[in-house]
């Protein structure tokens, strides 16, 4: 995923009916920016954190609007993949850890633990807590996805944003093209008690803007 002062991604969302089927587009398109950096010490070593701010379609992060801003997401790379290390708020840090969420390279059936990095577009309406952890699991290494910008060959790991058994866990799919970021996200439910997923919707990729480093 490159990460670069400037870099953005925007989707559009989808909403699907239980099985799968429908997919109405949103009229409007939201994503997410790389606008900042924070240096963090991270294991006795100064480390560059990128700041990902929810965006409106228009790249502006959402900290000019009032009441609505719920800071940005620190990330960087490290040697084994993407590392979530922690919120900021304000050029203030809410909450700091050092989790890796996206392994890479990786194998199918990987599972790592971390704190909940729960990225949808509209924002953190199912109100997670700071510190939720959960675990990401590689569940494909080349599943394709088909979006508004192209045509996809994926690593998807699944992450579980909400477990209450014996009712139902949310979980999200984040599709990861190496070398582009999240392409898209698919959101769905697990009933225990009917032992069956139902899907919600989905967010695919309408256009993005990278930097390497």
């Known amino acids: ?10 989707y559009r969302e989808f909403e699907l009916e239980p099985d799968g089927s429908g997919g109405e587009p949103d009229e409007w398109q939201y994503g997410f920016v790389i606008d900042g950096t924070m240096t963090l010490l991270i294991d006795g070593d100064s480390t560059k954190c990128f700041k990902l701010f929810h965006c409106w379609e228009d790249l502006k992060p959402y900290y000019d609007k009032p009441g609505s801003f719920e800071g940005s997401k620190l990330i960087y790379h490290g040697t084994k993949g993407i590392y979530y290390a922690g919120i900021e708020r ?66 998807v790991y699944r992450l579980a944003y909400h477990d209450f058994p014996p009712l139902f866990r949310g979980e999200v799919n984040y599709f990861i093209k190496p070398g582009i970021g999240i392409v898209g996200m698919i959101m769905m439910v697990y009933h225990y008690n009917l032992d069956e997923y139902r899907y919600l919707r989905k967010t695919l990729l309408t256009d993005y803007q990278i930097y390497n480093e």
């Open 1 to 10: 995923m490159p990460l670069n002062v400037g870099n953005y991604w925007l």
């Open 90 to 155: 304000y050029d203030t840090l809410k909450i700091t850890f050092n989790d890796l969420i996206f392994p890479y390279p990786v194998k199918k059936g990987e599972i790592v633990s971390g704190h909940v990095f729960y990225y949808n577009i509209l924002g953190n309406y199912s109100n997670i807590p700071d510190d939720a952890v959960s675990e990401y699991e590689c569940v494909s290494t080349d599943s394709l996805i088909s979006t508004p910008a192209g045509d996809f060959n994926c690593i």
